[in-house]
């Protein structure tokens, strides 16, 4: 016989509605239930953010899901290289901060640095405000963003090419000895691959912090 946890003084109604509630709860699959960040359901990943204290804001479905799976470590290490880079990264993969004394430059500061390679689709002012929200949210209180560095390798081909022509003009002249006159030009043709790093720098001057 099912039991209710009721207290004997309930009336019987009572009883019996507590007692079907009570199996009908029972009769629920759970384990479809998730609150991981990886496999839960999009629409309470903003819950979890809230919960989490993390600020997902311009963030896509992919960020969001990383970043809330590193929330823990990321308050842990709050103020550190550690939690900066590993924010900026979920951002931009090849992203990082960069302290003062290891570029020479004002104390307390730290510059962004951003690698993009071959490929700079996405290097825009929205990134950039993007990477600055992340890395003031953090930092420690002290350091302040000096600048943005942007390293991107251009790659191209620049041909070099050539035509020439040339020829031979003989006189002869009779019992003289023959002056031969030849003329002509050095015709070359060749191509050479260049690849260059660009660096763009970005000071703190238009920063907004």
């Known amino acids: 016989m099912v039991e209710t946890l009721l207290p004997a003084h309930k009336s019987a109604i009572e009883k019996a509605l507590d007692i079907l ?3 009908e709860f029972e009769s629920i699959d759970l384990s479809a239930i998730s609150i991981l960040p990886a496999t ?3 629409k309470i990943l903003p819950h979890l953010a809230e919960s989490f204290d993390v600020d997902i804001a311009g963030l896509n479905e992919a960020e ?3 970043l809330l799976q590193d929330a823990f ?3 842990y290490y709050a103020g ?3 939690s900066i880079n590993r924010a900026l990264a979920i951002i931009f993969a090849e992203a990082k901060a960069q302290e003062w004394f290891d570029y020479g430059g004002e104390a307390y500061y730290f510059r962004i640095l951003i690698n993009s390679g071959f490929d700079i ?3 825009n002012q929205e990134l950039f405000a993007r990477l600055i929200k992340t890395a003031n949210r953090y930092k ?8 943005f560095l942007i390293d991107a390798e251009i790659k191209g081909n620049i041909y070099i090419g050539s035509a020439a022509q040339s020829g031979i003009t003989t006189t002869i002249y009779p019992s003289n000895s023959a002056d031969i006159l030849t003329e ?3 015709f070359f043709a060749g191509v050479v691959h260049t690849a260059y790093n660009i660096t763009i720098e970005a000071d703190k001057q238009w920063i907004t912090i």
């Open 21 to 23: 509630a009570k199996e």
């Open 40 to 42: 839960c359901p999009a």
């Open 64 to 66: 969001t899901r990383e």
């Open 73 to 75: 470590l990321l308050h």
């Open 80 to 82: 550190t290289p550690y």
């Open 121 to 123: 689709t996405g290097i």
């Open 140 to 147: 420690n209180a002290r350091s302040l963003i000096d600048k």
């Open 184 to 186: 002509g030009e050095i």
